[in-house]
């Protein structure tokens, strides 16, 4: 347009000018996301090239969990990451999408449907940093099986340190990070010291991360203590709810669905012998415009566009 004519005269390109020109040069790139979405093709938002937005895939991790978000600046995060009795293994997911490092892997904690995929991930990726809470499972807050496999998770975490993973507790006084315009914040836990907790769960990370005005929250498996104390402080609204502790009870209390008033649920959860996910909080959740996808349905896909449209595909 125009060329440089005119006399020689300079034409500084306005803001808006600028962010079409780069929108224009990433819409080769959201072309093929939106058909990646369309045709269910959900692996590529790991492989295809990072354009302003961010992406998250809920993996079918069984009775456990795994999600990998890709920031808009290319950097990978995985929050937990459950193996045993996953349909879909992280492992291979990453390094079939050409992922070499993980920057950032989140531990919510230390139950093993969270945490079996870690010493298969220290040995296989470049894990930047760890971020893990504090609690430990000892003969009086846990079971002999569960502790037996709090010290494997120990010993995965030592291999991590050993390669080189910067080992962070964060809680919610850690200050947010932001990855190419993502902010990362950490809503639980709110205390760093383990004997503020009675278990695990209790002691559960909470993230969300925003983008565009979009947000998705992870709850983990958190309590309804957490619940009540997040409902006070007003810090729980998001655009999508990975909802706690695979549809429990446990996870859930009255009123959640208005504090974070979310367009779609996600719920992780396989054949377990608990009964999850429980009727009275699906029920809930179905409320939400988008409605309840669960993992043990396939493999959940969404983006935040750089235009702020989320898009979601299972
Ligand atoms: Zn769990």
Redesign the pocket.
């Known amino acids: 347009m125009g060329g440089s004519g005119g006399g020689g005269r300079y034409h500084p390109l306005t803001p808006a000018q600028v962010g079409q020109e780069f929108l224009s040069a990433g819409s080769e790139i959201q072309r093929q996301l939106d058909q990646a979405l369309l045709a269910q093709k959900l692996e590529k938002l790991l492989s295809l090239p990072p354009s302003d937005d961010l992406r998250c895939l809920f993996l079918d991790a069984g ?3 795994c999600a990998v978000v890709r920031t808009p600046d290319g950097r990978t995060i995985v929050i ?1 990451c ?1 193996i045993e009795g996953a349909n879909d293994n992280v492992v291979r997911m990453l390094k079939k999408a050409g992922i070499a490092d993980i920057d950032v892997l989140i531990a919510t ?1 230390p ?1 093993w ?2 945490v079996s995929g870690l010493a298969s991930l220290a040995k296989h990726f470049r894990v930047g940093e760890l971020w893990k809470v504090t609690f430990s499972k000892t003969p009086d807050n846990a079971s002999p099986e569960s502790v037996e496999a709090f010290r494997e998770y120990q010993s995965a975490v030592a291999a991590l340190r050993e390669g080189g993973t910067r080992i962070v507790n964060p809680t919610v006084d850690t200050y947010d990070r932001v990855f190419g315009g993502a902010r990362v914040e950490i809503l639980a836990p709110f205390s760093r010291d383990a004997a503020d907790y009675r278990d695990a ?1 209790d002691a559960c990370m909470v993230v969300r991360i925003s983008h565009k005005e979009k947000s998705i929250l992870f709850a ?2 958190t309590t309804q203590a957490t619940w009540k104390e997040l409902m006070n402080r007003g810090q729980v609204s998001a655009t999508v709810l990975h909802a706690s ?2 549809g429990s009870e446990t996870g859930y209390v009255p009123g959640l669905m208005e504090a974070i008033n979310p367009s779609l649920v996600v719920v ?1 959860v396989g054949p377990n012998p608990h009964g999850h996910p429980h009727e009275g909080p699906m029920s809930a959740y179905s409320k939400a415009p988008g409605g309840v996808r669960r993992t043990d349905d396939g493999l959940v896909g969404l983006q935040i566009a750089p235009d702020g449209t989320l898009t979601f595909a299972q």
Do not use: T
Request: charged share 25%.
């Open positions: 009775q456990g969990n937990d459950n904690h139950d449907d969270h769960n983990a498996d502790h695979h992780s």
